[in-house]
C-alpha cells in the first residue's frame, strides 16, 4: 500500500518532466536554431568537465601506461568544449558538415555496391535479390549528405525540428500519464 500511495504522491514529477518536454519541444520547433544552440552548448560544459576531470585525474592518481592517451583525450575534450561553448552553432555546423562527408562516401559506398551485385552470375541468374535498395540508399545517402555539407544550416533546422516533434510528443504522452496517474490513485492517501 506505501509503494500505491507513493506513487499517487509523485504524479507531479511526470507532470513536470512532461511540461518542460513540451516547452522544449516548442522552442525547438519554432526557434531551431536557439534549441541547437542550447544542444551544443550543454554538451561542450559535459566535455569541458570531462576534459578537466580526466587531466586533473592523469596528473594526480594515473600511473599506468598510456598516459599521452589520456593527456591528449583531456586536452581534446577541452578543446571541444571551448569551441562548443563559445561559439556553438558552428561546432554544430562543423559537426554536420562532418556528418555530410561521411554520407557522401557512404553514399557513393552503397551505389557501387548496389551496382555490382546487380551484375548477374553465369548459370545463377542474379547476384542478390533487392539489390536495387542498396542503389536507392547509396543515392539518398549521398544526397542527403551533398545536403549538409553545402548547407549546414538547413541540417541543423532540419535536426532541431525532429527534436522538438519528438520532445512535444514525449511531453504530451508525459502529461497524461501523469493525469491519469493521479485519477487512479486519487484515493490512495
Known amino acids: 500500500m506505501a509503494t500505491r500511495s507513493l506513487i499517487g504522491r509523485s504524479w507531479w514529477i511526470l507532470m513536470a518532466f512532461g511540461v518542460i518536454a513540451i516547452v522544449f519541444g516548442l522552442i525547438a520547433v519554432f526557434r531551431p536554431l536557439a534549441a541547437i544552440a542550447a544542444l551544443t552548448w550543454i554538451m561542450g560544459i559535459m566535455a569541458l568537465a570531462e576534459g578537466v ?3 586533473f585525474m ?3 592518481a594515473y600511473r599506468g601506461a598510456g598516459k599521452g592517451w589520456l593527456i591528449g583525450y583531456g586536452a581534446l575534450s577541452i578543446l571541444f568544449g571551448l569551441l562548443a561553448i563559445f561559439d556553438p552553432l558552428s561546432m554544430a555546423s562543423a559537426l554536420l558538415v562532418l556528418v555530410g562527408i561521411w ?14 551485385i546487380r551484375r548477374p552470375v553465369p548459370g545463377q ?3 542478390a ?3 536495387g535498395w542498396t542503389v536507392l540508399s547509396g543515392v539518398l545517402a549521398l544526397l542527403l549528405g551533398i545536403l549538409l555539407v553545402v548547407s549546414p544550416l538547413s541540417g541543423l533546422v532540419a535536426t532541431a525540428l525532429w527534436i522538438g516533434i519528438v520532445a512535444l510528443v514525449y511531453g504530451v504522452i508525459q502529461v497524461i500519464a501523469a ?9 490512495t492517501r
Do not use: D, M, Q
Not at 554520407?103 to 555490382?116: E, F
Not at 493525469?179 to 484515493?187: M, N, Q
Open 103 to 116: 554520407l557522401i562516401i557512404a553514399g557513393v559506398y552503397r551505389l557501387l555496391l548496389g551496382l555490382r
Open 179 to 187: 493525469l491519469r496517474v493521479r485519477k487512479a490513485f486519487a484515493g
Open 129 to 131: 535479390p533487392g539489390e
Open 53 to 55: 576531470s580526466t587531466l
Open 58 to 60: 592523469t596528473a594526480t
Open 125 to 127: 541468374g542474379w547476384a
